[in-house]
């Protein structure tokens, strides 16, 4: 490969590969770089920092491990069965994640500890995805809730125990699918109307 057609993209992919390889420990630029035939300076003109290449590699992980909420975001289906669909979709993602490739997984976890304003705005734009459909709930009349903002927020820490990357271990237990279910009751009950 020449410096002259190197991509964020192939970038991106490349660190992912090293970390998987490596760990987040020992990977390094110039891995990165030596996984592409090209210098480390070449990595450096996309991406200034280590840190900046790490937290680009977690958002990329973010993004592509979350693309199924946006299709259910966008559904016409009633509130309730779209933000029961929306988090079954994150909670199978993660899930996928974690059992799938449980290495590269290990250093996502790793990665999304020392990447906290990539953290924090995904947070945010899952629990803006959750408002949108608390917003469409209330429109329609199928869900009631003083604090729409609040009740979002709520419903995100309600169902931690199914996307939160602390709690993988417990993911393939016999029965986490009916707690998913008994989870997913429960808020929905909470946000009928009276």
């Known amino acids: 490969m020449t410096d002259g057609i190197l991509t964020p993209d192939q970038i991106l992919a490349a660190a992912e590969d090293v970390l998987r390889r490596y760990g987040p420990a020992k990977a390094t630029v110039v891995d990165v770089a030596r996984a592409l035939g090209v210098s480390h300076g070449s990595v450096y003109r996309h991406f200034p920092s280590k840190t900046a290449l790490r937290e680009a590699v977690t958002q990329r992980w973010l993004d592509e491990s979350h693309a199924e909420l946006a299709t259910v975001l966008a559904s016409g289906a009633p509130a309730g069965a779209r933000l029961r669909e929306w988090l079954g979709a994150l909670f199978r993602s993660k899930r996928r994640r974690a ?96």
């Open 99 to 194: 059992l799938d490739d449980p290495e590269l997984f290990a250093t996502y976890v790793k990665l999304v500890g020392e990447s906290s304003q990539v953290v924090d705005r995904h947070i945010a734009d899952l629990v803006g995805q959750i408002r949108q459909i608390v917003d469409a709930g209330l429109a329609r009349g199928e869900f009631a809730a003083p604090d729409p903002a609040a009740a979002a927020r709520a419903v995100f820490h309600a169902a931690t125990r199914f996307h939160n990357p602390a709690h993988a271990a417990e993911w393939s237990r016999p029965g986490i699918e009916d707690d998913f279910t008994a989870l997913c009751d429960l808020i929905l009950l909470g946000l009928e109307p009276r």
